[in-house]
């Protein structure tokens, strides 16, 4: 009876394991020769997100549902995470096979630069959509600007995610010490709803496609007590930074706000180790293009993913599977 029970605890703790999205992946490395998108061998891979209550989650899971139904030997399991910093650190830990990611995160990644004391072997399957930073503050907290969260409580986002990182330069972009000059709150997005609501955070940044439920959610309930700040201002500090951030505008239609917002963008990447077996990174492309109605149906944000810009992932190098399948489906060079 005992072994019967070890046995069966061993097999549970192995299930959850997977569906956790760790080291159970088995997605080979690249063993050269030329890609035919053909994977002989069946691959399970993980594919880690962002917070349960954004896009990328929401994504993540419907790219991993539609993977499975490809019938190409690729299996795939999504997984909430703190996004895109410790995305890539467990994408080079071999953790996770696919990773969302911030394009100025990307760019860190592979120049050593920002969070990374080293340049990471990262490479991208394709860009996907595009991030628009939510700066959102209570209306009885009198913030006006960024520069006017010195002294407030202000949510930076989870650590080690994207939101994160541009928070933390939007703050010194407007002159503010973030470790110092604003009281962070380090708080994953549904955490950091509930604060605005309860009155315990001032301010939220967050980084995300359109609509984000966790957003979509504060601003049904809330609308009254919140407002959106236009930090654009502040994009030449930015983009001394990294030329990727440009303006961009969140449309009244999408969270039904008096007007337009204007703010600060940056696209996406679908990451992977530049190592992955590149079959098996052809038939994760080529289902993200193949199977994109489906993940609309999961979040609008999938809209943006189109072959016209799939390339446009410098500094980070399209895998070279990727490339295949980007050539296959008629991407522009």
């Not at 944000?301 to 799939?310: D, F, G, P, S, V």
Request: charged residues 20%.
């Amino acid at each position: 009876m005992r072994r019967i029970l070890s046995l069966a605890l061993v097999s549970a703790l192995a299930a959850a394991t997977a569906a956790c999205g760790g080291r159970q992946n088995t997605a080979s490395t690249d063993a050269g020769g030329s890609v035919t998108c053909e994977v002989a061998q069946a691959a399970r891979v993980g594919i880690a997100t962002g917070n349960a209550t954004g896009v990328y989650f929401a994504l993540g899971n419907a790219f991993a549902e539609q993977v499975n139904s490809t019938g190409k030997n690729v299996q795939a399991t999504a997984s909430e995470t703190g996004a895109s910093v410790q995305n890539i650190q467990q994408l080079v830990a071999g953790t996770y096979d696919v990773a969302f990611s911030l394009a100025d995160t990307a760019a860190d990644a592979v120049n050593g630069t920002g969070s990374f004391t080293a340049k990471q072997p990262v490479a991208a399957l394709t860009r996907i959509h595009t991030n628009y930073t939510q700066v959102i503050v209570r209306k009885a907290a009198g913030i006006k600007d960024v520069a006017g969260m010195k002294g407030k409580r202000v949510s930076t986002g989870s650590p080690k995610s994207g939101t994160e990182v541009i928070a933390t330069r939007v703050l010194a972009a407007a002159g503010l010490k973030p470790d110092t000059d604003v009281q962070a709150q380090k708080l994953d997005l549904t955490k950091t709803v509930d604060g605005i609501k309860d009155g315990t955070v001032d301010a939220l940044f967050w980084s995300g496609g359109l609509p984000t439920p966790g957003i979509t959610d504060l601003l049904t309930t809330s609308a009254d007590q919140v407002e959106f700040l236009d930090i654009t201002p502040l994009l030449p500090e930015m983009q001394k930074i990294n030329e990727v951030y440009q303006e961009g505008v969140i449309p009244a239609a999408t969270y039904k706000t008096p007007a337009d917002v204007k703010t600060i963008v940056v696209p996406n990447f679908l990451l992977v180790r530049d190592n992955l077996d590149p079959n098996v990174a052809c038939v994760l492309t080529k289902a993200l293009f193949d199977r994109k109605p489906q993940l609309e149906q999961a979040n609008a944000a999938a809209k943006e993913i189109n072959l016209q810009t799939a390339r446009k992932t410098g500094p980070v190098a399209v895998h070279r599977g990727a490339a295949k399948a980007l050539d296959d489906l008629g991407a522009p060079k």
